[in-house]
């Protein structure tokens, strides 16, 4: 499996913790990790699994007198169109001044740091516009709402390929960056 495929694990994890929780809502902490730990994870797993459940708010504590309660979010498809929205547009101008510092650092690199440097900016890139994608199909499937985003993602993956087009080691880098995009890119399968 590549490093950049989702953990399957993770997302088994929390459908257990919020499958408990669902079945469960009045079991505090305490109570609710015997019925995880160890069947199904070992406690550090749950308690990880957990913070990530409330960080993507899928899950919120309540807190009744000294003991912890998790319950389901209210109105989580709301937020979790939030929280793509925040991290998509996050992403979005983290790489936007990645890619401005690009013309006067890139040459000062080696070619592995080139290769590498490239890989991840094109696979943010592609990823920032899934991200756009996404929220465009989900607020209105008939109207592309990030047409600007979308425009300004191909002139930065057109930047990065001119940049490495004028680098004096493009022969090398440009196969391994064509090499990598092709992980990315679909693929035929009808012909496998």
């Known amino acids: 499996m ?9 997302y088994e994890r929390e459908r257990i913790v919020l499958e408990t929780i669902r079945k469960h809502p009045d079991l505090h902490h305490n109570a609710l990790m015997k019925l995880i730990v160890p069947e ?3 406690k550090t797993t749950f308690e990880k699994t957990r913070n990530l459940l409330i960080d993507k708010e899928i899950i ?11 319950a389901p979010s209210n109105n989580y498809e709301t937020k979790s169109q939030h929280y793509v929205e925040r991290n998509t547009t996050n992403c979005f101008h983290d790489i936007k001044s990645q890619i401005n510092r690009l013309d006067t650092d890139y040459s000062h690199k080696d070619i592995d740091e080139k290769i590498n440097l490239a890989n991840l900016l ?11 994608t996404i929220l465009d199909a989900v607020k209105n499937p ?9 425009l300004e993602i191909q002139q ?3 930047k990065i390929f001119e940049i490495i087009r004028n680098d004096s080691h493009s ?6 960056i064509v090499s990598y995009l092709g992980f990315m890119l679909p693929q035929n399968l009808l012909n496998k």
Do not use: C, W
Request: proline share 4%.
């Open 142 to 150: 008939k109207k592309t709402l990030y047409k600007d985003e979308h």
């Open 171 to 176: 022969q090398i880098i440009f196969p391994a």
């Open 156 to 158: 930065l993956i057109h």
């Open 40 to 42: 199904y994870m070992a």
């Open 2 to 10: 590549s490093h950049y495929e989702p953990n399957l694990k993770t």
């Open 122 to 132: 094109l696979r943010n890139l592609l990823q920032t516009d899934n991200g756009f």
């Open 60 to 70: 919120v504590v309540i807190t009744k007198a000294n003991r912890k309660f998790y």
